[in-house]
């Protein structure tokens, strides 16, 4: 791509024939005897009821009873019901609809551990395998509505412990593999859990993390937990309470040896809970998202075959953690899809720059989900990998979790897809079961947009009053009901309302800053409470960080707003140097004058620190709530979530010492 057509402001893509004639939205539009998607995303939005009930006959979802209304807003939209009345274990729709059929003998799951074991799991074998787990859990008394934590890394026995949870009509509640004692126990005993999931280790970066460990010190604090079931991951040994644990075997024969060999799926309604996926969200303590049978699933699988082009037999795989909305939505998404999920357990850049392409490469991976820092953190690395690796399977390659940065973008779009392989840019959360915003194969794109939003969302940018924004930044809400939506927090439906729905009547408020440009593609500026207004202006942390990370010494970079004692509020800038051992002295300064060169010296930081590292969460976001309020000393709230708690201490160090040197002309900006 030349230097001139290399801009964020022009079309990057654009489908051919080929890519348009292949698409299963191309395939839902003639379902719907649509022939234009601008047609397609307006009727879904006016007529949500017929395009849900439209997913629904066209993903051929298994109901055992008909529902008697597809939405119910009687209680408002806040507490709408889906499909009331209606018989619905997804599991049916998962797994039983493949049986004697061709599929039965495809790949579901096909795994690679950090250390090179593979694994491949037919849809047949899936199927066993739950059949024999979900007996397994009866066995041991767990029954409909009993909450069952999954503490795994992604492996198969990962997705045979959520289908199976779900078979019996349990409630499955995945937790970060990485997550230490005081983590697990607070979940566990926020939704009352019967049982927990765990495994004995798992390998990242070749050190051994001890799961078991830490699931066996949460549990002797948590009341309630009968059973604690572990899976063999790396072979350690690990201490075993004959009263409560069991390896993973064991369950699996207690299955095997009831008489029946028929898990026969528990008769939940469509409304039942499923799961409850914890998320920390920017501020606060975890949130326990409630999500049913006909919600998450169908949501995912919805923005999986319109988004990223998956359909039967195609090879999708994402990197994430099960506790990051990203690993259900793999599971749920690819089974209801009759797809193969590829999943990779371990850290994606060890033991060097190249395995994670290695692993599409070897795989014929065709979808591959990555984060936009994940991205970044590999863009520093020399060469091409498509150069390296065999990627010609690759035919999307989508990310979600952030915003990006426009040099990461086009490494990505050049360096890894040779400019021929669309990046679906994908943004909602674990409160929508996916996507608000989201490319598809149909529409052009635009580097770091969005094509526009999912068919079904009635997504809008609108103004402190909740009136349509077309020219400038505004919140990002949604004005309809969509089938994914939450079905409210975990034991906390006030807490839920004044995070969504305070602001406008029945309008849910998403908390990010978006634009709608001229030419119809959208953009995220960042978390509402992460944008900065400085000199008057309201600027997304993103635009300055990507100005930094353009300089070749630095490969990562945050900013964050502070209060300042005369400015009213300045930028802050963190950034982690490509090599911390060899930093120019002058570094900080060089990178002030970068901004204010490109951006203007209104946005220029105040100050620049450099770093080792920045507070991440397991699934690679940038914690900027959590940076900043180390920086400022306060209290740093829950972080639990935080892959490297470390990096607080350092910026703590930073602030005691911006605040005891002052800024030379007898202020201390820093001081609160």
Partial sequence: MDQAARSPENI?????????????????????????????????????AWFTETVLNFLEIQFDRPYAQLLDLSRGMPWARWCVGGGLNITRSCLDRYLNKPRASAPAIIWEGEEGHIRSVTYGELFAMVQSCGEGLRTLGIRRGDAVGVHLPMMPETVVALLALARIGAVSVPLFSGFGPAAIESRLRDVEAKALFTCDAFPRRGVAVPAHNNAAAAIERS???RHLIVVPRMGVTVPIRRDRDLFWDDLISLGV????????????????????????????????????????????????????????????????????????????????????????????????????????????????????????????NPGEPRKRHDLSSLRILA??????????????????????????????????????????????????????????????????KGRPLRSGVGELAIRKPWIGMARGFWKD????????????????????????????????????????????????????????????????????????????????????????????????????????????????????????????????????????????????????ALENPESVEAIRRISIDANTRGNGDGHKPFET
């Fill in 257 to 380: 040896g009831k008489k029946s060999s028929y898990c026969e799926p528990e008769a939940t309604d469509a409304e039942d809970p499923l799961m409850i996926l914890y998320t920390s969200g920017t501020t606060g303590n975890p949130k326990g998202i409630v999500h049913s049978h006909c919600g998450f699933p169908i949501k995912a699988a919805q923005d999986m075959c319109f988004g990223t082009d998956v359909g039967p037999g195609d090879r999708i795989s994402w990197i994430t953690d099960i506790g990051w909305m990203m690993g259900p939505w793999l599971v749920y998404g690819s089974l209801l899809l009759g797809a193969t999920m590829a999943l990779y357990d371990g850290a994606p850049d060890y033991p060097d720059c190249d395995r994670i392409w290695k692993f599409a490469s070897d795989h014929r991976v065709e979808i591959l989900g990555l984060s936009p820092s994940l991205v970044n953190s590999m863009s520093s």
């Fill in 493 to 640: 439906p006030e807490r839920y309302l004044s995070t969504y729905w305070a602001d406008w009547p029945d309008i849910w408020r998403h908390g990010d800053w978006a634009s709608i440009a001229a030419d119809g593609h959208w953009q995220i500026l960042g978390r509402s409470d992460d944008t900065l207004k400085i000199a008057g202006r309201r600027v997304g942390p993103a635009e300055i960080e990507s100005v930094l990370i353009s300089h070749p010494s630095i490969a990562e970079a945050a900013i964050v707003g502070v209060p300042h004692d005369v400015k009213g509020t300045v930028a802050i800038a963190f950034c982690v140097p490509t090599d911390m051992k060899s930093v120019d002295p002058t570094l900080d300064e060089e990178l002030r004058q970068l901004v204010a060169q490109l951006l203007g010296k209104p946005l220029c930081p105040e100050k620049v620190f450099l770093v080792p590292s920045l507070p991440h969460t397991r699934n690679s976001k940038i914690m900027r709530r959590v940076l900043r309020d180390a920086f400022l000393g306060e209290s740093l709230g829950n972080i639990s």
């Fill in 399 to 464: 990310s979600t979790g952030e915003t990006w940065n426009p040099s990461a973008w086009f490494w990505l779009f050049e360096k890894v897809g040779g400019e021929t392989v669309p990046i679906i840019n994908y943004s909602g959360g674990t409160e929508i079961s996916g996507g608000i915003l989201m490319g598809n194969p149909l529409l052009s794109i635009k580097p770091c947009s969005f094509s526009g939003p999912c068919p079904g969302i009635a997504a809008d940018v609108v103004d402190e």
């Fill in 12 to 48: 990057a893509w654009y489908p051919n024939d080929s890519v348009r004639a292949r698409s299963r939205l191309g395939s839902f539009l003639k379902y719907c005897g649509i022939q234009d998607y601008g047609d397609l995303y307006t009727r879904s939005v006016d007529d949500v």
């Fill in 223 to 225: 009341e309630g937990i």
